[in-house]
């Protein structure tokens, strides 16, 4: 698997804006400084800017991804501060925490990994352009499972399972790729949904000893450092072998084959599958406008 530098070797994005979110620490930060490295204007969108400033010496915004409020401010902000964004990556996230729920209700991984990430972006589609890539960081997560279309953020409290809903909440990312392909695709603006591997950053705060022991699900994984593991992430966000094309689930800096029983990686159909993604879209987009009249 390639590193963070060996992907960017050659590659010059002076004048190139890039927004990453989360990118205080862990892969969001070695992203932000990877492509900074590389010549580009960097932007970070995070929660804590004293952090970030410490870790990266680059622009900020403040994002709350699990309040709706907080994303489209922040998006309002961007979208007056620049003029254009050539990368968005897309790559805060939390995983596989007891139930909790963001400002608006929504369960926290779905509020936070997805819907808070759907309005930061809807909100900064003026500043795309033929040529602006958005990077999604989803997870092999996804193949815990679909959207549940019944009862998406847990009203039945009993139901909850912190791995479905973390696989649920890295679906959505790729649906929301997938579907943002077929809407802004045509116009040169292009979508990628990534798997980064298992990395050891703070995404991981919430794990408990089983979820570490044998039969547990995250025994006998390889992990992998974030030079490695943000790679896939700056390859999508400036490999040439992408131009042109979108709506894709990347892994190991390549296009993913189709998930089949007994591999070991692949994407789910359920998460491709344009009719979710569609679906997905709409109803998203009706949470962050009940969102605007909180």
Not at 133 to 157: C, F, K, M, Q, T
Request: charge should be negative; glycine fraction near 10%.
């Amino acid at each position: 698997m390639k590193t963070t530098a060996e992907v960017l070797d050659g590659v010059d994005l002076t004048g190139r804006t890039v927004v990453v979110t989360g990118a205080s620490s862990g892969l969001g930060l070695q992203t932000a400084r990877a492509l900074q490295s590389a010549g580009a204007q960097v932007v970070a969108a995070v929660r804590d800017l004293d952090k970030t400033r410490a870790a990266i010496d680059c622009d900020t915004v403040r994002l709350e991804l699990a309040d709706l409020r907080s994303a489209r401010a922040a998006a309002a902000e961007l979208a007056d501060r620049l003029d254009r964004i050539d990368v968005l990556v897309n790559n805060a996230g939390i995983m596989a925490p007891p139930l909790s729920r963001t400002a608006q209700g929504y369960e926290m991984q779905l509020g936070a990994n997805h819907l808070g990430h759907f309005v930061f972006t809807t909100g900064l589609v003026s500043t795309f352009a033929e040529g602006t890539r958005i990077v999604n960081l989803s997870s092999r997560g996804h193949l815990a499972g679909g959207i549940r279309w019944d009862d998406p953020n847990y009203a039945d409290e009993s139901q909850y399972d912190k791995w479905q809903a973390y696989g649920q909440s890295k679906t959505a990312n790729v649906l929301f790729t997938v579907e943002a392909e077929r809407r802004w695709g045509p116009r040169g603006v292009h979508s990628f949904a990534v798997h980064p591997g298992v990395v050891a950053t703070e995404l991981a705060r919430h794990m408990t000893r089983d979820d570490f022991s044998g039969g547990g699900r995250l025994a006998n994984l390889d992990v992998t450092d974030v030079e490695h593991g943000a790679a896939t992430t700056v390859w999508a966000a400036v490999s040439p072998e992408l131009d042109g094309r979108g709506g894709l689930y990347l892994e190991d800096c390549r296009v993913a084959e189709p998930f089949t029983e007994g591999a070991e990686g692949g994407v789910a159909d359920w998460a491709v599958d344009p009719g979710q993604a569609a679906r997905l879209w709409d109803w998203s987009q009706r949470q962050a406008d009940l969102s605007v009249s909180d």
